[in-house]
């Protein structure tokens, strides 16, 4: 019989008792500038609830907003971008902001960014929203960490993160 995995609440437990650069806290608030929503083409993962909410808020019908809004990963579904790398919910503004995807409500805490101060002032120089804003104490970061992680493993087996 194998070693059970320990679960994510064990995780950041474990976590928590380790000393990290943002251990007095990292001040962020969200400019919705859209920095994280324009550039480079990514990956905007969606959970199925998520596709559901959003749907709703976005008042189109689930199945046509799948065919229209996103497009079939592996496993998985993400927002379709511009040809220019921006979000289609993304023009002056986010326009589902308050239903928007788990990926994009815990950014900029997300593992590969807070992996070491080299990663996060990469992070930094892309969001203009890092270093303003409230403060953020260690174990709401490693909170949203947790919570983003499964999106970051998820992707990383679909191979589509560097």
Request: a neutral charge.
């Amino acid at each position: 019989m194998g070693k059970r995995k320990p679960t994510m609440q064990e995780v950041l437990k474990e976590m928590a008792q380790h000393s990290y650069f943002f251990d007095k806290g990292i001040r962020f608030g969200c400019l919705r500038c859209g920095g994280c929503c324009n550039g480079e083409p990514g990956v905007i993962y969606v959970a199925k609830d998520e596709i559901t909410r959003i749907a709703r808020y976005t008042d189109i019908e689930e199945d046509i907003f799948v065919d229209r809004c996103l497009y079939l990963m592996e496993k998985s579904y993400s927002i379709r971008e511009t040809d220019d790398g921006r979000c289609i919910f993304y023009e002056n503004g986010c326009s589902i902001y308050p239903v928007r995807p788990l990926q994009c409500s815990t950014f900029p805490f997300w593992f590969q960014n807070l992996r070491s101060p080299d990663a996060w002032e990469s992070a930094r120089l892309r969001c203009p929203g890092i270093g303003r804003g409230p403060l953020f104490k260690k174990e709401a970061i490693l909170e949203r960490v947790g919570l983003s992680y499964p999106i970051f493993i998820a992707l990383m087996k679909d191979h589509l993160l560097d």
